[in-house]
């Protein structure tokens, strides 16, 4: 019964002792050359300041959602692509009408100015 799981310990054992490896040898032969500039604190697109629970801008939320959005598009036409022959004219004009209606959506948020920022 336990031989069965001898593969998955030895593909573990060894994935991580790769890991190890790789990540040691980035941490030793790499350069290290720090300024303000790679140690400052970045979030959000602008400097953090005063306390950790401030509020943040609308702007960066709606960014997030949009790019959520934008990705579930991509994330769903990969797999719509490779069955494309197989799904006929159905699927086709099925992910016509999404496309359409995100596209829409897009429209709609560059109109009203959400992808720009200040």
Known sequence: MLSNYLPVLIFAIISLAMAVVVIGLGYFLGTHRPDTEKLSPYECGFESFEDARMKFDVRYYLVAILFIIFDLEIAFLFPWAI???QIGL????????FLGILVVGFIYEWKKGALEWE
């Open 83 to 85: 069955v494309l022959d």
């Open 90 to 97: 159905f699927g086709f004009v099925s992910m016509a009408i």
